[in-house]
């Protein structure tokens, strides 16, 4: 690689018209991102953008502030300083427009979080009708449609308590899918589950990448951050230490921070 | 039934039913009605009270909203302590001769045994709602916001259903002993079962036979409702198992895409 094809891709990455790629338009900038809990520091002066169709893999120690990164994302955790703009527009921590704007951004859980009263049909349904007011024939056809791309299909008529971790896991991915969002965040999506139910996920995840679905993902996969990514962003001790593509990140990284992580990594 | 005096406790047994069957069937029916309904308005009591318990305001929301929520908090855990920690024929006694003393109402004591015991199970609700709703996992609630649920959307389609699923067995404790406990109502003389069974004592002087009439139907009315209401758990619990389905075509897209889908995607997994 290059180092002028290593620039263009950072001009690239900032937004700037680079060999007449036109100048685009991020779905998602965070601007000088900080959360506190209490006298803890977790995030500093986070600067980030997404872009559509980037498949962003954030990766880096537990604790570095990745998933807390993620959940300011949605709101889920009240960013303590900074901005998230959506298309431009800031977002407040609570209200309609809170909420008008998760329903944009999708996001699937660690644990899975199913609705575990309601069938897994109804689970992807709920949302379509209640947020988006669809009409149940088209809600229901959409929602079968996400559940068979997850390989869901059959089971629509179960309940979560009935499926296994990666099946769960993988209607939460069709439900989130459902509400066709703009932008679909992962947190650590196949770290509550059995070794042997990982791979079903992340190939879901893979044929979700591949079409063009953007993404943000916190995980512990390195060779699915590298393989699956357009970007990894390195995370450490709350700030963003390195924001490469893979290719780059994973074989020639450029801070210490990052080799050291990776090294330690690989050992394991 | 012979003019001659019964030699027997079942002989009084028979000619009890046979001179005050209807007036039992009366005092039951009362009792069934007040329980179930007061019930039911307790329940809706103590959902109200136990959703605003949890509402939960933070530093961002106006300080005239945190001032309102602390001070209907306040008059609510009064409400609860009050009523949990009187007995309720002392309750029935304060409001019946209370509205008349205070108000100059003269209330039905039908009426007032309605409102003791509605208001008193929803004191005893409003704690079980609260925790019911604590218990659904925060994980759901966050599940919610994800998709654009916002709190009240959230409360209404996720939190109270599984809550209401947890709390079921309380509440059909709930109606159990409200059953039982119409009976302290006999002190205001509102005409429920017990009231009735005493009355009917007085005729022939004799306790034991009318109040073992009384026992039975008491245990038939718990008994039968405990067991209603162990189907209608199981019913709300949905079944034990699931059937695959296979084809959507009649359903979804009709032209059987779909379907092919499927069995690409059951091939790889094979």
Known sequence: M???AI????DFIKGRSVDGFPEIEPILEIQHLGKKFGDNRVLLDIDFKTYPRDVICIIGASGSGKSTLLRCINMLETPSSGLVLHRGKNIPATGAHTADYRSKVGMVFQQFNLFSNLTVLDNCMLGLRKILKLQKNEARARSIKYL???????YINAKPHQLSGGQQQRVAIARALSMEPEVLLF?????ALDPEMVGEVLDVMRALAKEGLTMIIVTHEMAFARDVSTRTVFMDQGVIVEDERPEVLFTRPREERTKEFLTRFMAH | MGPSTPQNSWEWILLFLDQYGSAFAKGAILTLQIAVISTLIGCIIGFVVGMIQTIELGKSDPLWKRITLKIVNILLAVYVEVFRGTPMMVQAMVVYYGSDALFGLNLNPILAGYIVVSVNTGAYMAETVRGGIMSVSSGQIEAAKA???RHTATMVNIILPQALLNILPQIGNNLIINIKDTSVLNVIACSELFFTTKSVTGTYWRFFEPFLIACVIYLFMTFTLSRLLRL?????????SYQLVTDFMDDTYGNGSAVIDL???LERRR
Request: proline share 9%.
């Open chain 2, 147 to 149: 998709l654009g649920f």
């Open chain 1, 7 to 10: 620039e263009n891709h950072q």
């Open chain 1, 2 to 4: 290059n180092m002028e």
């Open chain 1, 187 to 191: 947190d650590e999506p196949t770290s």
């Open chain 1, 148 to 154: 068979m791309k997850v390989g869901m299909g059959p």
């Open chain 2, 232 to 240: 209608l758990e199981k019913k709300l619990q949905g079944p034990r």
């Open chain 2, 263 to 265: 069995k690409k995607g």
